[in-house]
């Protein structure tokens, strides 16, 4: 059977184990390097990206992490998540670990409405908008040829992308009812298509 790891070093992991125990997969949390042995796919949280790149970098995650990834694990980035797998940020800090190929702003949508809810078209995940939930949330402000939009606000911007088996959301599936996210993912983790 697949594992699935979340990486619990800071941010609403727990909120991750708990969608991925509700579509029964058999999950781990990943703080150390050898926990993401044998991992299918590993989930990186919502949280705060600075304080999540210093951790990595204490427990010597990167590096291992990148590895697996180019060796087929399937990861998906959310929120914070997904300015760790960036390219590139906007901003200097944190250095992210680019992975995927997209630029990113943090924090894009200023002080005043630091979190709001969405409902998405997302083709990927069928006909029934997706409702997301955005806490202080980034964008993607450009995507480089490998990696294609999936999802964008009614003013265009692009919140949530796909390259191969990576994914990235500016929003917290993890935070609704709404597993079809989950299951997308699974799905990733599962098509071993090379
Ligand atoms: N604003 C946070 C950051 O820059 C991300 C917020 C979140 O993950 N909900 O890291």
Redesign the pocket.
Known sequence: MTKVGVLALQ??FAEHLQALGKLKVETREVRLPRDLEGLGGLII????????ARLMDIYELRGPLKERVREGMAVWG????M?LLARRLVEDR?EPLGLMDIEVR??AFGRQVDSFEADLVIPALGDKPFHAV?????VITQVGPQAQIMAALKDGRAVAARQGRMLGTAF?PELTEDLRFHRHFLKMVRSRAE
């Open positions: 941010g609403d949280p919502g949280g705060e990206s600075t304080s999540m959310t929120c914070a998540g300015i944190p943090r924090n955005f806490i202080r949330a980034p917290h």
